[in-house]
């Protein structure tokens, strides 16, 4: 079956406009995580779903990122008034529960750069 | 915050030779993940190892857990170039289902 996906690929913004990258989970997968990776650094988290809602959104940096899950499926992560310090790969990926046991399958990423 | 801390932070190595990474973390965990990640996008994942479990093994690949000295390491038996990449290791904590994520290892098998 179909992995996990992200759009789009590439996004370049200027600083100050309102961008959204969505993620398509693994079909049946109810968890669903998305991480920042900066140049030459590892994953970092931002946020985690269960079905519907955030079950720990403690890794969003501050109140300009947002990401919502309406129907427990598809997730969007919206970033309001981007800052060049945003710029990074934004990484989703999706397991079939919760619970810290289970293997997350990651989507190929969006590159987003901010000038 | 990054949790894990990989060693070497690169690594270079002829085809056929063995390649070891190791992977320190700080916390109690639930569960350790070894990903693999090519020119900086999507992830792989290789190998997931529990707390409970100390070795593991995936085709060339074989993954230790030491819990007491909170440590793992990646072995990858026979390489060829296509094993070129970053290989991370990421810790599933018992509190919760996000994962910590180290700093990586690139690791260049030359032909």
């Known amino acids: 079956g179909a992995g996990v996906s992200q759009t789009p690929s590439n996004k370049v913004t200027e600083k100050g406009k309102y961008v959204e990258l969505r993620c398509d989970p693994i079909s049946g997968h109810t968890a669903l995580y998305w991480y920042r990776q900066s140049l030459g650094q590892g994953p970092e988290f931002l946020i985690y779903f269960q079905g519907t809602g955030a079950a720990d959104d403690s890794g969003l940096p501050n109140d300009r990122f947002f990401a919502v899950r309406p129907e427990g499926s598809v997730s969007t992560l919206k970033i309001q008034r981007t800052e060049r310090g945003d710029s990074a790969v934004y990484l989703c990926?999706?397991?079939?529960?919760?619970?810290?046991?289970?293997?997350?399958?990651f989507g190929p990423g969006t590159r987003l750069t901010v000038l | 915050s990054q949790q894990g801390e990989e060693d070497p932070q690169a690594l270079s190595i002829q085809e056929g030779e063995n390649a070891t990474m190791n992977c320190s973390y700080k916390?109690?965990?639930?569960?350790l993940q070894w990903y693999r990640q090519n020119s900086g996008r999507g992830l792989v994942h290789l190998i997931l190892i529990r707390s409970n479990e100390r070795e593991k093994h995936s085709g060339r690949l074989r993954v230790t857990l030491d819990t007491s000295k909170k440590s793992s390491s990646l072995l990858i038996t026979a390489s060829r170039a296509a094993d070129t990449a970053s290989y991370f290791c990421a810790t599933g904590e018992t509190s919760g289902s996000r994962l910590t994520f180290g700093e990586g290892t690139q690791l260049t098998v030359n032909p």
């Open positions: 916390t109690s965990i639930n569960n």
């Open positions: 990926a999706s397991s079939i529960d919760s619970g810290g046991t289970d293997t997350q399958y």
